[in-house]
Every structure is written in C-alpha cells, then in structure tokens.
C-alpha cells in the first residue's frame, strides 16, 4: 500500500497526518505551499479538483475532503471505527458535526477575528458564539462517555485538531471540564504528538509578537485574496 499525503500545518490536514499514525501507516508527505498557491496548480487539481488540503492518494487512487479521507482509512484499517453498524454512525455522527459545524464555525472566526483587514463586530460575535455553542455540545456528550463515540475515533481526532485551536479563534474554552480532560488526554497520545508536526510543526500562542503577527496575518491575508480573485 502506497499513501501519499499532501497536506499543509491545517487543522484539516493534521486530522489526516494524526490518523495515518495512529494507524501506524506508512506514507509520503508532499508539503503544498498555500502562500503559493501551489494547491491551485493543475498537477494538485488533478488530485483535489477543490484546490484544498489535505488530499491523499493511495496506490493511485485520489481522495479529497478530510473527512471522506478518515473514513477511508478507518474502513481500509478496520481501525478508529467500529465495524458493527450503530458504532459506525456513532463516530459518523460526531465527524459530521466537525465538518459541518465546528471547522466551518472556527474558520469564519478565524477569518473575522484574525484576518480581515476591517474589524466587524457582529461577524466576530456570530462566529465565536456559535464556536463556543458548539464546544458545549461536546462537553456534554464528554460528560456521557471518555470520547465522543464510546472509544476513541476518528471523530475525536477530527474534533480535537480544531479545538485545539480555540484560542488563536478567540472562543473560550473556561467551564467546559470534559472537553479539557479530553483535550489533555487526547494531546499527550504520542501519536497525536507525531501527526500534528506534518508538514511541520507549529507553536500554537495566544498572542504572538509583533513581528510573527504581521507575518502570519499577511500569509492569511495573501490566502483571502487569492480566493477573492477566483471567485
């Protein structure tokens, strides 16, 4: 079996990078430079017709979308997913909920919050509270069982890589207990540790200085535009 990633320091990209160790599957990474652009060159399209990271190939076979890739991988492994029916709706459930909600929430906060360059208050607001909102169901459901579906799953991996990144969305994370107990424990699994360091790992801060600021904010800038002109 022949996997290749291609893949960026993403929340959507960890997801794939932390799965495929935690299968303890061998693969290639090939780093897309989004600053560059290179996930809208035709050789990527030809892969990920979306021009988005992650995509995976494997043994020729191409798959976009985070998500179709983790249940993939679940599926090719029998690992992260249970086989029997409601087990599988079960972490189905709560990787839809990341895919629909969460990722979808937290990136249009990232957006607002971070990146445009005029401040709208009410965009903001929108998209922290709907986060937070978001980050209560979870603690909920952690408050009924040690992870999301019963064991420990894809679901979780997809989750985690976002709400590890609460704090650079500006959506609090204080009173919700379970999800910081399953934040803690899912950060130290050794695993998780590897895959959130493909491409490259990167230092998640509250505030960065000045200098590091500017330069990540303009990155995220150059990507907005980008889009801007394919719209």
């Known amino acids: 079996m022949t996997l290749t990633l291609y893949t960026a320091a993403t929340p959507n990209g960890y997801k794939v990078s932390v799965a495929l160790e935690e299968m303890a599957l061998a693969y290639d990474v090939v780093?897309?430079?989004?600053?560059?652009?290179e996930q809208k060159r035709a050789d990527f399209l030809a892969i990920?017709?979306?021009g988005r990271v992650p995509a995976l190939v494997d043994d020729g076979f191409p798959i976009m979308e985070s998500g179709a890739i983790l249940i993939h991988l679940a599926e090719k492994t029998g690992l992260l997913m249970p086989a029997d029916p409601q087990g599988r709706n079960r972490v189905l459930q709560w990787l839809m909920f990341q895919m629909s909600g969460v990722g979808p929430m937290m990136g249009q906060a990232n957006v607002?919050?971070?990146?445009f360059p005029e401040k709208i208050p009410a965009a903001i607001a929108r998209y922290q509270s709907e986060?937070?909102?978001?980050?209560?169901?979870?603690?909920g459901q952690l408050g009924r069982s040690e992870y999301l579906a019963g064991d420990y799953s894809i679901a979780d991996i997809a989750n985690w890589c976002w709400v590890r990144t609460a704090k650079w969305s500006g959506i609090e994370t204080d009173g919700l207990p379970n999800l910081a107990r399953w934040s803690a424990a899912i950060a130290a699994r050794p695993a998780v540790q590897r895959g959130i360091a493909v491409p490259e790992a990167v230092t998640l801060k509250d505030k960065l200085d000045e200098e590091e600021a500017q330069s990540f904010v303009r990155r995220a800038r150059g990507l907005l535009e980008l889009g801007r002109r394919e719209a």
Do not use: E
């Not at 780093?31 to 652009?37: H, N, P």
């Not at 986060?131 to 603690?139: E, P």
């Open 31 to 37: 780093r897309v430079d989004l600053t560059k652009g």
């Open 48 to 50: 990920n017709p979306n």
């Open 112 to 115: 607002f919050y971070r990146y």
């Open 131 to 139: 986060g937070r909102r978001l980050f209560a169901v979870l603690d």
